[in-house]
C-alpha cells in the first residue's frame, strides 16, 4: 500500500525508556493522521559501566531525552507533518530551541532536496512540564580521558595522535563501528567503545512505499549518543574532529544557506554547546572539536606524516552503506574524489595510488566531478567535502609537481582555468590560516592543534 506523506498532520516523540540490563534506551515515536497511526520504536544501547562506578543518571537523562527527539527526526522526516509534539519529561527551553534549530538546519538539504517552499519550521509543541534549566553553579565539566568518535577516516585519527602526543588517554568511540572503524581504531591500541544504534525496521518499508526520504543531521545524533556514552562510564569531554571547512554552504535558497555538513559546523558546535548548561548540568568543555581552527588541507598535511594509518582508513560513504562488508574507497564518488585530491601535494603518487587502488587524478572519467568541486557546477556537491578553496589550492600546488602535472585531470583543469598555474597568495591565507571563531577550546587542550598551523 501506498505512502502518503501528506495526511500526516503530526509527529509525536512519545517516550524513552532506560533499561539497566543492556544499559540502553529505547525511544518510541508517532506520525498521526485523521485515520491511523505510524509507531516507530528505536533503541540505543552503551557500552555499560563498570559496576563500582556511580552514574550520574540526571545528566544522562537530561541529555537522552534530547539526544531522543533528534533521532526522531529519522522517523519525522519520512512526512515532515507540522507539529512535533514532545510528550517526554525532562525538556528545558533551551532543549526545546535545540531541538527547533536541528530540525530546521539539520533538514534543509532534505527540505530544498524534496521541493519543499522553504527550510522546515514545524510547531514545537511539549505536552510534559517544562523542566527547569541546571542552575549555572552546577555545570560540571568533566574531566578524565576524554572520549573520541572515530568514522574510519584521517580527521579522527588526528585527533587521537594529537592528544596521544600530549600524554593524554583517548578512548575512541563509534556507534555501530564496522571492520573498517576497528582496523584503524586498533592501529596505536587505544581503547575502542562502541554503541549499537537499532532503527525501526518499518522505516525501510515507508520508503519503499512512497514516505520522504533524504539526509539527517547524522553527526548531531552521534555528537548526543557520544555525550551519553560519557557520562554513563564517567569519561572526560567527548572530543570531535570537526574541522573548519566543515561551516561553509553548499549552496543558497531562497536567500537561505544550505550546508550538508551543517551539523558539523561551527554553528551546530555552538548550538549544542549553548544548549547542554541549562538541559544537562554540563559546561561548553563537555564537548568540542579539538580541529575546528583548521582546514582540510592541514589536516591532510599531518595525516600524510602518519604512514602507519594509510593501508586502513577509509572516508568513502559507500563502505559505510548497509550489507558492505569490508570495503574501502570506490574511487568514484565525490568524496573519494576530494581526499584524493587533498592529501596529493604530501603523499608521493605512487603511494596514493596504492592507498585508493587506483590513481584518482589520471583518468578522464573523472574530470567532472573535480570541475564540482572547483565551483565550476551550479553549486558543491552534497557530500562531505571541503571549501571550494581548499581544492583550488590543492591543484594550484600539484599543477606545479612533477608526480602530478602531467596526469590527465591536471592537464585538463589547467586548459580550462589557466590561472591554475598562477600563485594564489589570497588562498594560502584563507586555508592555511587559523580560523578564529566564537568557540574557545578549553584548557588543557588549547594549544595541541598548533602543530597543524
Not at 173 to 198: Q, S
Not at 258 to 274: G, I, R, T
Not at 349 to 377: I, P, W
Request: charged residues 20%; proline residues 7%; glycine residues 6%.
Amino acid at each position: 500500500m501506498a505512502f502518503d506523506p501528506s495526511v500526516y498532520t503530526e509527529f509525536r516523540y512519545v517516550s524513552a525508556t532506560f533499561s539497566a540490563d543492556d544499559f540502553s534506551f529505547s525511544f518510541r515515536y508517532e506520525l498521526v493522521s485523521p485515520e491511523h497511526t505510524r509507531a516507530f520504536t528505536e533503541r540505543i544501547a552503551f557500552t555499560p559501566v563498570r559496576a563500582e562506578h556511580d552514574v550520574d543518571w540526571p545528566r544522562v537523562r537530561s541529555v537522552a531525552v534530547v539526544l531522543g527527539a533528534v533521532l526522531g527526526l529519522s522517523y519525522y522526516k519520512a512526512a515532515a507533518p507540522r507539529r512535533y509534539v514532545i510528550a517526554v519529561e525532562g525538556f528545558t527551553q533551551a532543549g526545546l530551541d535545540y531541538v527547533s534549530q536541528v530540525l530546521t538546519y539539520g533538514l534543509a538539504e532534505f527540505a530544498f532536496r524534496n521541493d519543499f517552499p522553504d527550510l522546515l519550521a514545524p510547531e514545537i509543541v511539549l505536552e510534559a512540564p517544562l523542566a527547569e534549566p541546571w542552575p549555572a553553579e552546577s555545570h560540571l565539566t568533566p574531566s578524565g580521558d576524554p572520549l573520541v568518535p572515530i568514522g574510519g577516516g584521517k580527521d579522527s585519527v588526528v585527533t587521537v595522535e594529537l592528544l596521544a602526543a600530549a600524554r593524554m588517554h583517548p578512548v575512541q568511540f563509534a556507534v555501530n563501528p564496522n571492520k573498517i572503524i576497528y582496523r584503524v581504531g586498533r592501529v596505536k591500541g587505544h581503547p575502542v567503545l562502541a554503541a549499537t544504534r537499532e532503527l525501526d525496521a518499518s522505516l525501510l518499508e515507508l520508503n519503499a512505499e512512497g514516505a520522504l526520504n533524504g539526509h539527517v543531521p547524522v553527526t548531531a545524533m552521534n555528537s548526543l549518543i557520544a555525550l551519553v556514552q560519557a557520562r554513563i562510564i564517567g569519561l572526560g569531554p567527548v572530543v570531535m574532529s570537526l574541522e573548519a571547512s566543515a561551516s561553509e554552504a553548499t549552496l543558497v535558497w531562497n536567500g537561505r544557506e544550505v550546508n550538508h555538513q551543517w551539523s558539523k559546523s561551527e554553528h551546530a558546535e555552538e548550538l549544542l554547546q549553548d544548549m547542554l548548561g541549562p538541559q544537562a548540568g554540563l559546561s561548553a568543555g563537555a564537548y568540542f572539536s579539538l580541529l575546528r581552527p583548521y582546514s582540510e588541507v592541514q589536516i591532510s598535511r599531518y595525516f600524510a606524516a602518519l604512514p602507519e594509518y594509510h593501508p586502513v582508513i577509509t572516508s568513502c560513504n559507500r563502505a559505510f552503506r548497509r550489507g558492505v562488508g569490508d570495503a574501502r574507497w570506490c574511487g568514484d564518488c565525490d568524496k573519494c574524489r576530494f581526499i584524493f585530491l587533498i592529501l596529493s601535494p604530501f603523499i608521493p603518487s605512487t603511494s596514493l595510488t596504492r592507498m585508493f587502488a587506483d590513481n584518482l587524478l589520471d583518468s578522464a572519467s573523472q574530470v567532472e566531478g573535480y570541475r564540482a568541486l572547483l565551483g565550476l557546477h551550479e553549486h558543491r556537491p552534497f557530500e562531505c567535502v571541503g571549501e571550494q578553496a581548499e581544492s583550488l589550492l590543492s591543484f594550484t600546488w600539484i599543477a606545479h609537481q612533477s608526480d602530478w602535472r602531467q596526469s590527465v585531470v591536471v592537464q585538463a583543469l589547467v586548459a580550462e582555468m589557466p590561472e591554475l598555474l598562477d600563485p594564489h597568495p589570497e588562498l594560502e591565507v584563507h586555508v592555511l590560516g587559523e580560523r578564529q571563531g566564537r568557540i574557545c577550546l578549553p584548557a588543557p587542550f588549547e594549544t595541541l592543534g598548533s602543530v597543524l598551523g
